[in-house]
């Protein structure tokens, strides 16, 4: 077996950052939203709550740990919302401390609101935090976010921590074809963005399988179509960008479960995140299918891979390591 990484994954494939190297810093579906597109299903834990979900010292031994695979970017992401750990702002701080590769946050700026998360959040390199709707109405039927949080607060605390953040802040708007992504509300949604003023509008589509089965993605096509409406910065991150990667020297099963336990791969996206060939993918995908850890998905004309369940115990590792 390889050494046991719980809270550092990948390098993964990002559309945006390259070879990005994941930081989980909340337990499985641990989130202030439920939204209906997520890649990770349902949320388990819906919450507001800010304490060290999973601990700071444990997490900043394991970067030490995988710092030398060499990403372009460390990232905040995973199993939630990481700016639901309390010691957020600490750990980027160590990490700085450690290394000159830059930190970036995936969040859904739910509680940009709040001063202390946007001032722990103003010491990363790149905040990328999302905005899917234009009016409360979708907002919640969308993203399905927990009581305390309103739209009203959610676009407050974009629009306040542009005016506070020095660094590169990318908004993610992410459309659906029936909901959002009808020309009426795209244009509700890019009046908000103009008066957050990120420094990149990215458009997104739920490319991976969602948690409900009724969402749809918005073509290539029409996310292109609806760009317009944001203006030059915007552009579409929807396709898959080809990524060199770095090969890892010992592939294992236990490293690609732990990619599929975070979020939904194709045999592709495995092979660039690890930098281990396609080839070698698949024949660990075969192992980890025959002893029940993972299991297949269509999206369209796309198979995608997925963790069985949210951790696969000591026995079935063992099973799987080929």
Same mark, same amino acid.
């Given at each position: 077996?390889?050494?046991?990484?719980?809270?550092?994954?990948?390098? &993964?494939?990002?559309?945006?950052?390259?070879?990005?190297?994941?930081?989980?810093?909340?337990?499985?579906?641990?989130?202030?939203?439920?939204?209906?597109?997520?890649?990770?299903?349902?949320?388990?834990?819906?919450?507001?709550?800010?304490?060290? %979900? @999973?601990?700071?010292? +444990?997490? =900043?031994? !394991?970067?030490?740990?995988?710092?030398?695979?060499?990403?372009?970017?460390?990232?905040?992401?995973?199993?939630?919302?990481?700016?639901?750990?309390?010691?957020?702002?600490?750990?980027?701080?160590?990490?700085?401390?450690?290394?000159?590769?830059?930190?970036? @946050? =995936?969040?859904?700026? $739910?509680?940009?609101?709040?001063?202390?998360? #946007?001032?722990?959040?103003? =010491?990363?390199? &790149?905040?990328? *935090?999302?905005?899917?709707?234009?009016?409360?109405?979708?907002?919640?039927?969308?993203?399905?976010?927990?009581?305390?949080?309103?739209? !009203?607060?959610? &676009? +407050?605390?974009?629009?306040?921590?542009?005016?506070?953040? $020095?660094?590169?802040? %990318?908004?993610?708007?992410?459309?659906?074809?029936?909901?959002?992504?009808?020309?009426?509300?795209?244009?509700?949604?890019?009046?908000? @963005?103009? #008066?957050?003023?990120?420094?990149?509008?990215?458009?997104?589509?739920? @490319?991976?399988? *969602?948690?409900?089965?009724?969402?749809?993605?918005?073509?290539?096509?029409?996310?292109?179509?609806?760009?317009?409406?944001?203006?030059?910065?915007?552009?579409?991150?929807?396709?898959?960008?080809?990524?060199?990667?770095?090969?890892? $020297?010992?592939?294992? +099963?236990?490293?690609?479960?732990?990619?599929?336990?975070?979020?939904?791969?194709?045999?592709?996206?495995?092979?660039?995140?690890?930098?281990?060939?396609?080839?070698?993918?698949?024949?660990?995908? +075969?192992?980890?299918?025959?002893?029940?850890?993972?299991?297949?998905?269509? #999206?369209?004309?796309?198979?995608?891979?997925?963790?069985?369940?949210?951790?696969?115990?000591? $026995?079935?590792?063992?099973?799987?390591?080929?």
């Amino acid at each position: 077996m390889n050494e046991n990484f719980k809270y550092v994954f990948g390098p &993964v494939p990002s559309r945006r950052l390259g070879r990005s190297l994941g930081v989980d810093l909340v337990p499985f579906k641990t989130c202030t939203y439920d939204c209906i597109y997520c890649q990770l299903g349902r949320t388990t834990r819906k919450t507001v709550e800010r304490k060290e %979900w @999973v601990p700071t010292a +444990a997490v =900043l031994e !394991e970067l030490k740990r995988k710092l030398a695979s060499h990403p372009d970017y460390i990232t905040f992401s995973g199993s939630g919302e990481p700016t639901l750990h309390s010691g957020l702002g600490e750990i980027i701080e160590q990490v700085r401390a450690m290394t000159k590769i830059p930190v970036a @946050v =995936l969040t859904n700026g $739910s509680l940009l609101w709040q001063p202390e998360v #946007r001032a722990e959040l103003a =010491l990363a390199d &790149v905040v990328m *935090p999302s905005l899917d709707a234009g009016d409360d109405l979708l907002f919640q039927a969308v993203n399905r976010p927990h009581p305390d949080i309103t739209f !009203e607060k959610l &676009v +407050a605390g974009l629009e306040q921590f542009r005016g506070e953040f $020095s660094g590169q802040y %990318w908004l993610e708007v992410l459309l659906l074809a029936g909901h959002t992504g009808l020309p009426a509300h795209v244009q509700e949604i890019a009046e908000i @963005v103009r #008066r957050i003023r990120p420094d990149r509008v990215q458009l997104n589509t739920a @490319v991976r399988p *969602p948690a409900e089965e009724h969402v749809r993605a918005v073509p290539p096509e029409g996310l292109a179509a609806l760009a317009k409406a944001f203006g030059p910065e915007a552009e579409v991150i929807a396709n898959y960008c080809i990524l060199k990667a770095t090969p890892q $020297s010992h592939p294992s +099963a236990e490293a690609v479960l732990a990619l599929l336990k975070r979020r939904p791969c194709r045999v592709q996206d495995i092979a660039q995140g690890l930098g281990i060939k396609p080839a070698e993918v698949v024949k660990h995908l +075969a192992g980890l299918e025959a002893n029940g850890c993972i299991c297949r998905q269509r #999206r369209g004309a796309e198979v995608f891979y997925r963790a069985a369940g949210r951790q696969a115990d000591e $026995s079935q590792l063992e099973r799987c390591s080929c």
